[in-house]
Nanobody, 127 residues
């Protein structure tokens, strides 16, 4: 059973930056496709960013169109941690951000593909 714990959320002004972290335990991170989703009030959970395993210790990163050029996902398997660097934040980025893990080699873009979720960390971007 994999446990995921997010941190790094908070309140930031529009144009600012935040770095989210997701620490995994109970499993080896390198076995999983990892990603970030978010859920704004009254909206469905949506994909933000993900990493897919492409070979020995190599991964591809992919992003939702709404965050391309602003967000960066990275992972440190030695630390069992995934990061989401969020730059040039906008009020519409306000949401609870969830770390996700899936026991698959395929990219994850839908919540139904996820096997494990973190508890979420709240990000509020003020205008």
């Amino acid at each position: 059973q994999v446990q995921l714990v997010e941190s790094g959320g908070g309140l930031v002004q529009a144009g600012g930056s935040l770095r989210l972290s997701c620490a995994a335990s109970g499993g080896t991170l390198s076995r999983y496709v990892m990603g970030w989703f978010r859920q704004a009030p009254g909206k469905e959970r949506e994909f933000v960013a993900g990493t897919t395993w492409t070979g020995f210790r190599t991964y591809d990163a992919y992003l939702a169109d709404s965050v391309k050029g602003r967000f960066v996902i990275s992972r440190d398997d030695a630390k069992n941690t995934v990061y989401l660097q969020m730059n040039r934040l906008k009020p519409e980025d306000t949401a609870v951000y969830y770390c996700a893990a899936a026991n698959t080699r395929d990219p994850i873009r839908e919540p139904k593909q996820v096997d494990y979720w973190g508890q979420g960390t709240r990000v509020i971007v003020s205008s």
